[in-house]
DNA sequence: TCCATCTATGTGTATATACACCATAATAAA
DNA sequence: TTTATTATGGTGTATATACACATAGATGGA
């Protein structure tokens, strides 16, 4: 009768497991990713800056649920290898917009393959219907500062 | 027919989506424990000395899926704010135990109820059963680098 | 127009994370 | 017992993350 306590027990905390899980998880991929030189959190910059073209820092940083200023400083490291141009906005110079360059774009194409294997052992680990299921209550989960 | 491709798109990367949903899950928790002046991190080392006692920094790494190095690194505020207690091994002279203090078990206590509430409001948010359904899936993620 | 406000971005500071490398102590092998 | 290996831990360096604060440009109302 006490079934309720379950979740309000400390090893069952949301953000005690989704942190453990993401360390877990994030040095799997960043293992696979190492030839690459690229970490797990570049190469998703990359790839999303390759679909998605042009944004400014904030759009980008709401989209990835980010602060800011935290993309600001990871922003560096990839213009520093030459794999961003950031460009001043022409209707707002306030703004910055940022893109890939040729450079930056083949990088990403390099390291695709490697994503994929770390991607696929993922899966084959977890399962694709687990997987899924996974992704959807995370993107749910990404959206939790809209209500709370 | 090309359905086979869902999981193998960059929407669906399990690392980026894990991560996007720390952030936010994160930042919801940290938000609430503001008061308490302890970052969730904090409180989950805290919380899991004051429940399993004196251990060596390397157990607790391994418990928590971190490199030691950053467990050390995590120590350090804590320590400076008298939380915890490191004292050598009398058995190994290499070893360093790590124990809450009082002041310490005090903090972990005062900061509860902070995050019993963010805890809560992620339960009402996903609902229970999605809720206790994620653990699950997430603690079989947090034991991958055992198999992979 | 002028000023108050809001918006886009960056810096300073602190913590979180991990890898490469180093030092020391324990343990096993020769 | 001596030596090689392994285990425990820390530092240096680099990136990831977010908050408080500062700056400059855009915007709207008086």
Redesign the interface.
Known sequence: MDEKI???D?P??????????????????DKILAPTKLR??QF?IL??LN?IGTVSVTELAEY???DRTTLTRNLKPLEKEGYLSIIPDVTDKRSRRIALTNKGKAAQEMAMPY??Q??????V??G?R??????T?????????Q??
């Open positions: 379950t979740l309000t400390c069952d905390c949301v953000n005690f497991n989704l942190r453990k899980a993401m360390r877990a998880v994030s040095q799997h991929y797990c959190t998703t790839t999303i679909r990835l649920v980010m994503w994929q770390a991607q696929s052992e993922m899966v680990f977890m694709e687990n997987t899924k299921q996974l992704i209550c995370l993107q749910q989960l990404s959206t939790i500062h209500f709370l």
